[in-house]
Each structure stands twice: as structure tokens, then as C-alpha cells.
């Protein structure tokens, strides 16, 4: 039954509301998949939380998803050449329902993935803005079913935005209750599937901090994201917050004889912090160059100098993110992307 108008709008401001609201990035997610399912029915779903730089699932709400689907859906979606990739849906505001792309049997994902399970219609979605892609969303139907209708792809889309704003709000808010204890590093081995083998005592205690409570036996969407690019050889590295507001940076690599990923978790660094809060407030990469070199104390002149720009040119990079992030000063700009957010304090010397 194709959605009213009226319904469109109550749905829309519903979403709206309480992405203006939701304090943590998982509670944002159910939240508007709790408005979204009953205007949009499906029988499972993935929304989730990415780094807005790399489109890589950090968190997020997993629905209606049998264990046996997951280790397949990330090794698909980061190796195998597919349609609808969210790594391609971000920055097109659509909501790409996959039979009206192609032939879905021409889709890796609903062939070897999706149709052996049952699941049939789908639908993807990408949250994202000027300043980068904050979440995505995946929507499927059993077989069966009838396939997502065009107004109900159209009020994905129309929320999109929203999600994206409301996602990239608590990245900046939850930064700011940061702190900075001193608990150290800790290895997590996990399998290819993304199920934990092994821990330090450390790792144990972070892992309890990367899934919910109801939870915490099942491979986080972030565990999965590294064991499936794992396969690669090559170290990768994750930035995400856990449950208690703290960042913390994920470092993975595959161990000989594919005997699973090591991951190494610890507190982000403050650089490491600050490059993702100067992409909330829509830094351009020459703008947090710019900011970082001023925070490393570095004068208007030896930043043209070693940046190859003019001095007046600098000075307006300075200014536009001065204005982006709302303070009168470089003093301030330099605080809020450095210790106001991050909770560190710049040292010097």
C-alpha cells in the first residue's frame, strides 16, 4: 500500500526528533529503525555506525541476521565486486533498492548470501554529508514478500540526512566526555568469522566495552569489519567509541597459518582524535593541516613555508575554520579540536 503523505511526514518527524536527541550512536540506530519498520516493514536489517573516512562499520544494530550470514556479508561487501556497495552509495542521497538496479541473481550478496537464508528484496542506504559518511543501513524482505516500493526507498533517502546529523552530533558531544585513564593496551585473537579465540585479561575487559551487555558473546560489527579485511595480509586499523564514551583505535593483522586476527585495542591518541572531530565540523584536509600546525605552535610563516602557500592564503584557512567550528581565536580553535573534545592536554617542550 503505497505510503501516504501524511504518514511520510509523521515518519520524517519522528526520525527527526530523536536524532536531535539519541546520546549514544547504537541508541540512535534502534531508534529509527523502531519509526522506520513499521512504515517500511522488512524481516532483517543492518544499520550501522561507520568512520566517516573509510565507510568501515565500526558499531550499529544487527536484526533478524542468523550468525552463519554475517562472516559472508563483510567478507562480501570488502572483497567480492558487487552492486550497491555503500562505499559507492555514499554522497548519491538515494536509497538503492537492488531489483532496480539489476537482475538481483546478477548480485553476489542476494545469490550466495541473502537467497540461501530467505531473504529476498533489499534495500541499502548510506547516511552521509558534506563531512563524510557517518552510518549506513541494509533492508531486506523474506521471499515472498513484496519488493520495497519506490516511496519507501524515497523516505529512506529523505532521512538520510537526518540519521547522517544526528550520527555526526554524537561523534562531537560524546567526544567531549572523553577522558583519558590510563588502562593500557590489550590483544583480542579472533577468527576469521569473528568470534573471539583468545584474550589478555586487558583485551577481555575491552571487548566487554565493544558490544551491549545483551550482547557481548557476539562478534561486534567492528570485530567483523577487521577479521573480513584481515584477509589482505596487510594492517589495518579502526577508530570507534566504546560503551563507556571513550575512543579508542582497533590495530589488526592476520596471524601465520590463517589461524585468525590479532587486534590490538587501545585509547586513541589525541591526533587521532582530533583528525575525526575536524571532519565532524566539515574540515577540509588542508584545513586540519593547517590546525594541526598551528597546535604543534607552528607561525603563520612557517606554515606557508611549509605548506608552499602565501600567508594570506593561510590565513584564510585559518579564518574559514575558525568560522566552521565556532570560536573567535586560533587559540580556541586549537582547544576545542584538541582538548575541549579529546580531553587531552597539549603538552609542549
Known sequence: MPLTADVQERTFRGVRRWCHSAALSQDLLQGVAD??????PYDAAAWLVTDPATVLFTGGVIEGFEDQVCAPWFHNEFWVDDVNKFVHLKGTRRAAVLSRTTDPARSPRWA?????VGLDAEVRATFDDARGCWGAAELHRSVGEPDFAADEA?????IAPIVADGLRRVVLERAALADERADGPGLIVVRPDGTLSAATAAGEAWLALLAPADSAQQPSPALRT???LAQDRR???LRLRALDGRWVTLHASRLTGDEGVA???EPSRASDLAALIAQAYGLTPREQQVVLALARGASTVQLAEALALSPHTVREHIKTAMGKVG???RAELVATLFERHTSFTKRTG
Do not use: F, N, T, Y
Open 35 to 40: 519509526r522506520v519498520r513499521p512504515i517500511v
Open 112 to 116: 550466495e548470501v541473502m537467497r540461501p
Open 154 to 158: 524515497e523516505l529512506l533517502a529523505r
Open 226 to 228: 577487521l577479521a573480513a
Open 235 to 237: 594492517g589495518h586499523r
Open 263 to 265: 587486534v590490538i585495542v
Open 327 to 329: 570560536v573567535s581565536s
